[in-house]
């Protein structure tokens, strides 16, 4: 069974920038593409970015060059730096992964708030 563990949610002023973590068990994690997702109250779940086995990323249109996702395929880690961010960004991250469209995992969730 594979496990997800997120961490670096909290609160962030506009403006301010946060890196979230996730920390995979590694049961094919090498084979996977990795992704975060939110979901703020009342919204359904969106793909925040993901990052396949071998680099290529995809970014929402939201992001605009403020989030930046990587991966370290030894560690079995994959991270979210965010940039810049806005009331807007506030919701629960999620870490996901996905083996072949078939073994989907998701971790429990980090909330991020931004606010004054």
């Known amino acids: 069974q594979v496990q997800l563990v997120e961490s670096g949610g909290g609160l962030v002023q506009p403006g301010g920038s946060l890196r979230l973590s996730c920390t995979a068990s590694?049961?094919?994690?090498?084979?996977?593409?990795m992704g975060w997702y939110r979901q703020a109250p009342g919204k359904q779940r969106e793909l925040v970015a993901s990052?396949?086995?071998?680099?290529?990323?995809t970014y929402a249109d939201f992001v605009k060059g403020r989030f930046t996702i990587s991966r370290d395929n030894d560690k079995y880690t994959v991270d979210l730096q965010m940039n810049n961010l806005q009331p807007e960004d506030t919701a629960v991250y999620y870490c996901?992964?996905?083996?072949?469209?078939?073994?989907?995992?998701w971790g429990q969730g980090t909330q991020v708030t931004v606010s004054s």
């Open positions: 996901n992964q996905n083996q072949g469209g078939r073994d989907i995992y």
């Open positions: 590694g049961r094919g994690f090498t084979l996977s593409v």
């Open positions: 990052i396949r086995a071998l680099g290529k990323i």
